[in-house]
């Protein structure tokens, strides 16, 4: 080769080296990214990296996860893959973050309800889970699908756990314990005015709303043929439930009030006035004075101040 085409080589290598000189310096960092993979790349880091883009340079965080690199690893990175980068100063990050297909806290309550009210006696189940938060983070590709297995449910206490997989099928799942309350809801018949003692509550009385059945307690009236007919035994308000005990049926007979007395005999019927000792409603033994003997004696209940004596000494016959 003679000294002209010599030096036209040298020249040739001299321009192309400046020219990936002036590529390698031109890298500039990528301080925030989202990737979907299991790798981070070395594009991921940064821009410009004349064609090295898919070098990896280490494992991606789990999905819904971030990665940090600070100045002194990423200038490690650059300086190991022949890249032309220096930080600007010792503050310099950058943050991969990996994306994720979410399954989130309303879905696992979702799948712990219809799992659980098959078990209760109840119309539905209110679920709270111990963690509220609860979030589980699946790669980006995979299905937001869940299963429940190992369910315990303990319905004196209220108390359930499980074991959440996601997804619900597929070589790559994962497995969560975890546990909360769940409460039985069921329809109750309610008043939807305020009735006091002595109303007689009617069918037009009724309405419904949904309640904690484990925080009423048995008494607790859920069929509305037990409210109809029946009377307050103290003021019951609008859109409240209600105990069986805060029940009883109306008083026809009143403390203090006249009655007649009522004997009911094969071939004649003798009645009497007397004076309730006792209030009553309709089948109830109370306490009666005969006003005329003054003899007291024990009826039963047949209607408003009306009531029925078995012995002809509870009726005075002269």
Known sequence: MNKLALIAVSATLAIAAASQIRSA???????????????VRLGDLFDDVMGKEDQPVGRAPAPGRRATYDATYLLRIASYHQISWRPNSQFERATVTRSSSVVNAEMVRGAVEAELTARADADRLDVDLDNKLLEVHLPADQPTTLKL???????????????????????EQTRTAISGRAAALVDVPVLTRRIKPGEVIAASDIGYMEVRINRMGAELVRDT???IGQTPRRQINENTPIRARDLQQPQVVTKGSLVTMVLQQKSMTLTAQGKALEAGSDGQVIRV????????????????NQVSVSRPGGIALN
């Open 25 to 39: 310096e031109a890298a500039t960092l990528r301080t925030d990214t989202t990737i979907s993979g299991d790798t």
């Open 149 to 171: 297995e190992s369910v315990t449910f303990d319905q004196v206490q209220g108390r359930f756990s499980a074991v959440l997989v996601a997804p619900a099928e597929g070589p």
């Open 225 to 227: 043929t037990d409210l």
């Open 289 to 304: 004075v005969n006003t005329m003997s003054n003899r007291t004696v024990e009826a039963v209940v047949i209607g408003p």
